[in-house]
């Protein structure tokens, strides 16, 4: 986007990346005099939602994959049904990961391995099948039957809902998912919560060990240049826009994210860091 910027591009037609990479560039593609919508393939981690509706003339197309999917698995192109509807809809369509490729299938499941139902509001484990899906793993009969189930549906470690029309939304990583007395807290929609905030650039959310709910959400950001924040006024920000039982019980404040080598923010390094962190509830 910087090069784009930089030599007096007139027009922009794919931009691809992680969310993470993105940030900069959604206030970016503003002041670009753009002479027609750019389109932007995001796929990696979830979408937050504030910057991408402070962006403008974007044409959002959400993915989502895996390399043992070869990799694409979903794409969030909205039906032309619900393009004639509200620019409101169509915004919200394009943030999930939308209806699987062609060839590929989708089901979610519950800890038992029933199969969930599709009303978009149940969240179970996604498994997928297709084709061009994995089978099993090179000389490795232990991972490959910890990753199928009997008929053949390979396990994601993703924890999604699908609606009646088959579009699919990721709600967390299993493992990354706060187990809190007995109920789930999914660590995206904190992280997304977290990230309307004006002075906030980057939001993450781990679980850590508690006394009485097993686990609960501890709130690592990092602060826009020039901005200060006290965990307490960022719990406050938080407060009413998830359930009060949601809200972290801590927030701690670091000067950069570590990420991964595809601009993932990498929640094993930051649970190491945090690992003899006691949260103020405990």
């Not at 994995?134 to 924890?159: C, H, K, N, P």
């Not at 660590?187 to 679980?207: K, Q, R, Y």
Request: hydrophobic fraction near 40%; proline fraction near 7%; include cysteine.
């Amino acid at each position: 986007m910087q090069r784009v910027a930089t030599s007096a591009a007139t027009s922009l037609s794919v931009a691809t990346g992680t969310p993470s990479t993105m940030i900069g560039s959604a206030d970016m593609g503003r002041e670009m005099p753009l002479g027609t919508p750019a389109k932007r393939w995001l796929g990696g981690a979830d979408l937050d939602d504030p910057h991408f509706r402070r962006a403008l003339r974007v044409d959002l197309i959400h993915g989502w994959g895996m390399t043992e999917m070869s990799p694409v698995g979903s794409l969030s192109i909205p039906n032309p049904s619900l393009m004639a509807l509200d620019r409101e809809a169509e915004y919200v369509s394009r943030a999930r990961q939308g209806r699987p490729l062609y060839g590929v299938e989708f089901k979610i499941v519950d800890p038992d391995g029933r199969r969930l139902p599709e009303d978009g509001i149940t969240s179970g484990e996604l498994l997928v099948r297709g084709p061009w899906v994995i089978g099993a793993y090179y000389q490795d009969e232990a991972a490959s039957q910890a990753a199928l189930d009997t008929e053949g549906w390979f396990r994601t470690g993703d924890v999604a809902t699908i609606d009646a029309e088959g579009c699919m939304q990721i709600v967390d990583r299993s493992k990354d998912v706060i187990k809190s007395g007995g109920e789930w807290i999914s660590s995206i929609d904190l992280e997304n919560a977290a990230m309307g905030h004006p002075d906030i650039a980057e939001a993450a959310v781990i679980g850590l060990p508690h006394p009485k709910w097993d686990e609960r959400p501890l709130l690592v950001v990092v602060a826009k240049p020039g901005c200060e924040l006290a965990p307490d006024a960022v719990i406050g920000f938080l407060e009413g826009k998830v359930a009060k039982w949601q809200l972290p019980d801590d927030v701690v404040f670091l000067q950069e994210m570590p990420h991964g080598a595809t601009g993932k923010v990498l929640k094993t390094r930051l649970r190491e860091m945090f690992k003899d962190h006691r949260l103020r509830t405990a």
